[in-house]
Nanobody, 124 residues
């Protein structure tokens, strides 16, 4: 079973930046669309961003467009989320996951069980 391990979260002031990483074990990383999701306290998990296996397609939630950038390095089996101009409403636990299909991942259909995630806290 491929494992996904998120890292890079922390406490940052509003307007600041963070870069999250998600490292995948195993093979065939480039076959999968990778995505970031987040869950704030008391709320359901929501889609944040995704990137196709070859990086030719990306998609973002409206709430993060223009502020967040997703990228991947298939040689390192890692996907990143660069978060700029952070707001207090970005505070959440951030998770990564995958699916071979862009459209399925966009709808929140994922392959892996959810991991521990990485906490992002934005102070105002």
């Amino acid at each position: 079973q491929v494992q996904l391990v998120e890292s890079g979260g922390g406490l940052v002031q509003a307007g600041g930046s963070l870069r999250l990483s998600c490292a995948a074990s195993g093979r065939s990383f480039s076959y999968y669309t990778m995505g970031w999701f987040r869950q704030a306290p008391g709320k359901e998990r929501e889609f944040v961003a995704l990137i196709s296996g070859s990086s030719d397609s990306t998609d973002y939630a409206d709430s993060v467009k223009g502020r967040f950038t997703i990228s991947r390095d298939n040689a390192k089996n890692t996907v990143y989320l660069q978060m700029n101009s952070l707001k207090s409403e970005d505070t959440a636990v951030y998770y990564c996951n995958r699916n071979p299909s862009v459209s399925s991942l966009r709808r929140g259909i994922v392959i892996n069980s959810w991991g521990q995630g990485t906490q992002v806290t934005v102070s105002s």
